[in-house]
């Protein structure tokens, strides 16, 4: 295993989906559910099983928009809110209607959703209007079920393919995808009519605290490659400067998860043990006073459960530990860290680009159409805003469908033999080399100056060195970097995905010449909200060759936010009692 | 310009005892996310050849002889 075999091979298919992880299962499901003759390929750089954010399944909904406890409306007005108003409501509004149907799928599937002695979901209330978090008593089977409906259907399934560059007809419309086996360096050309991208979030893209490369908020296998595979192919980005960064334990790096203990009473504090912000759900807003908390003369900042009944402490216990992230509980052992005694200090994550939790995606309309035509996107990776997992199942699910109608209407578009032969080269080259520099190096070295000059607050002379020492990094990447087996080689290409993402970190950070999104963009030399000149997405593509950046209305609300209600999330500071 | 290794202690450890990859078993090195999971040529059995671990877990949880463990890497713990 991992020698690298000069081989390459050519298949078709109807439908390709890119990413195994959440939405891709979904959506690769749907789309064959939708159109049983049609050849749908799932491509998964790790394995199907256990892949993406999910690999060890999830405590539970975050955004569940259940009749009888929360309404479209309601949900899709709440998301503009904590978005400061830049959301195209359209595809929020489409998910809050749909989303109640795929709970349902999923408990056909076996996943079970908490339910009270009514037999009734047992919905909590966690954001800062509306009641939307509705636990999964056995969230860790949740790949199972859907491995489980994959095979069923007949899906056909590539684990340990990286897709390098898509492929463009010449009238621009998607052909299909190039991908590298990571573990004989073996090429696959994939001719298809419609490509949905399900490939997570760029989470390798600050550097932890821990300078541990692999020790990252997002399951470390999600390097960006999304964003990078739609940028060459031309598709536009929405708000990237919308980064995103989460609260979380410190050191450990996976999430506090105030969402499952705040229901139970645990909350997060200062060092004084006392509250500081009204609503521990994840915004720009609030994660802005958790910073300016972090480095007051009350940081740092923790969870706090040390107030809490033992019995209370022991059920939460079961399930931070079980599920997510099962090796939590270690983590604490390790330090002697007991919830009952003792507060658990927590600290901000290194910056990423995830609509998962915030705004920075590929631009999608309320279809999971990119502005590629052809290309779907779903998931963490897609700018639907605050879509979590049940956002990629139910977003994945609509690209299925809509991509599988669309490959019934059309022939495969043509491919260029030469773009194909100047992407092996492209990809090949380090493995052609006898020696440099090895791209654990490249990404370390990227990711520190992503940490150095592009992490908020944001000042425009850094942002500029960053982008200069970026461009002497691709410099090294393209005619230094070495990789001496397979398994390096999909180093080398995340690394490359990485470097991508960085760039357009800076160039989306620079474009924006206003503060927003609370600390996702808190531009110190801009440091107010404009709304005269920036309530607008801002887009960022190439064209020809260069990255560029635009403005883009945003569309008008379908869902009316009155005035008064526009602020709702900027008051998240606890305020002193008179 | 030549490479030098720089050591590190690894998360994941297998009981040699217990791994049955001798006998074809690859449950951990298919599973793994990361794919830092080999078989060794030598013992035949699984270990861990590149430290680039989430420490997420599938290895330990799907191993069927329990001889897989997981420890949180160094730098973080």
């Known amino acids: 295993m991992d020698e690298i075999h000069d081989a390459t091979s050519e298949v078709a298919c109807d439908v390709l989906v890119i990413g195994g992880g959440t939405a891709g299962p979904m959506a690769a499901l749907k789309a064959k559910l939708r159109n049983p003759a ?9 394995n199907v099983k256990r892949s993406g954010a999910i690999a060890m399944g999830m405590d539970g909904l975050n955004n569940a928009v259940i009749p009888g406890y929360a309404t479209p409306e309601q949900y899709t007005k709440e998301i503009t809110i904590a978005n400061d108003g830049i959301c ?9 209607e749909h989303c109640y149907a795929i709970i349902q ?16 979901y047992d919905v909590k209330k966690v954001h800062h209007l509306g009641t939307y978090v509705l636990p999964m008593p056995n969230g860790e089977t949740v790949k199972k079920a859907l491995y489980r409906q994959l095979r069923k259907a007949q899906v056909l399934i590539s684990n340990r393919f990286m897709a390098t560059r898509l492929l463009n007809a010449p009238d621009g419309r998607i052909a299909g995808a190039i991908a590298v086996n990571t573990r004989s360096a073996e090429f696959l050309v994939i ?4 490509v949905i991208l399900c490939l997570g979030a760029a989470g390798r893209l600050g550097l932890p605290q821990s300078g541990y490369l692999w020790g990252t908020y997002e399951n470390a296998t999600n390097s960006g490659d999304g964003y990078s595979l739609a940028y060459h192919a031309g598709a536009g980005l929405a708000n990237l400067e919308c980064y995103q960064i989460n609260p979380l334990i410190k050191d450990y790096n996976g999430p506090a998860c105030a969402y499952v203990a705040g229901p139970f009473g645990a909350y997060t504090a200062n060092s004084e043990g006392k509250r500081f912000i009204e609503c521990d759900y994840w915004s720009g ?8 908390e972090l480095q007051s003369g009350k940081g740092p900042v923790f969870l706090k459960l040390d107030h809490l009944h033992a019995e209370t402490v022991s059920e939460i216990e079961t399930i931070l530990h079980k599920v997510e992230r099962p090796s939590r509980g270690r983590f604490h052992a390790n330090r002697g860290t007991n919830y009952r005694e003792r507060m658990i200090e927590m600290h901000i994550s290194e910056v990423g680009f995830c609509s998962g939790h915030s705004a920075s995606g590929v631009f999608v309309d309320e279809c999971a159409r990119t502005t590629v035509p ?3 996107a779903a998931g963490d990776m897609a700018n639907v805003p605050h879509s979590y997992m049940l956002g990629a199942f139910t977003n994945g699910a609509i690209a299925g469908e809509h991509a599988a109608d669309r490959a019934a209407e059309i022939d495969w578009p043509e491919i260029a033999p030469e773009d194909v032969a100047r992407e092996r080269d492209r990809v090949l080259a380090p493995t052609r080399r006898k020696d440099g520099i090895p791209p654990n190096q490249i990404e370390y070295k990227t990711r520190r100056f992503v940490n150095d000059y592009l992490q908020p607050p944001k000042v425009t002379a850094k942002m500029e060195i960053g982008q200069r020492r970026f461009a002497e990094i691709r410099e090294d990447l393209e005619t230094r970097m070495v990789a001496r087996d397979s398994h390096e080689l999909m180093r080398a290409l995340e690394a490359s995905s990485i470097l991508d993402c960085a760039d357009m970190a800076a160039a989306a950070s620079l474009y924006r010449t206003e503060s927003r999104w609370g600390l996702y963009h808190n531009r110190t030399d801009h440091p107010e909200k404009n709304d005269a000149d920036w309530f607008c997405h801002t887009i960022l593509r190439k064209a020809e060759g260069r990255m560029i950046s635009e403005k883009r209305p945003v569309t008008p609300y379908i869902v009316p936010v009155a005035e008064d209600e526009r602020g709702a999330y900027d008051r998240q500071r606890v305020r002193k009692q008179a | 310009m030549p490479l030098a290794h720089a050591p590190s202690t690894v998360p994941v450890t297998v009981d040699d005892s217990k791994c049955i990859a001798d006998k074809g078993c690859t449950v951990c090195v298919d599973v793994c996310p990361l794919d830092v999971l080999r078989i060794s040529d030598l013992t035949g059995k699984a270990y861990m050849k590149y430290d680039e671990c989430w420490y997420c877990m599938p290895c330990e949880t799907d191993c069927p002889t329990g001889a897989v463990s997981v420890q949180i890497p160094y730098l973080l713990r």
Do not use: H, T, W
């Open chain 1, 38 to 46: 049609a050849r749908v390929v799932l491509l998964e750089k790790a």
């Open chain 1, 88 to 96: 195209d409501q359209a595809p929020v509004y489409r998910y809050a």
């Open chain 1, 105 to 120: 799928e999923l408990d056909r599937f076996g996943i079970r959703f908490q339910r009270d002695g009514n037999g009734e």
């Open chain 1, 191 to 194: 001719r298809a009519k419609a």
């Open chain 1, 285 to 292: 807003q609030m994660m802005q006073e958790f910073y300016n």
């Open chain 1, 374 to 376: 052809g290309l779907y």
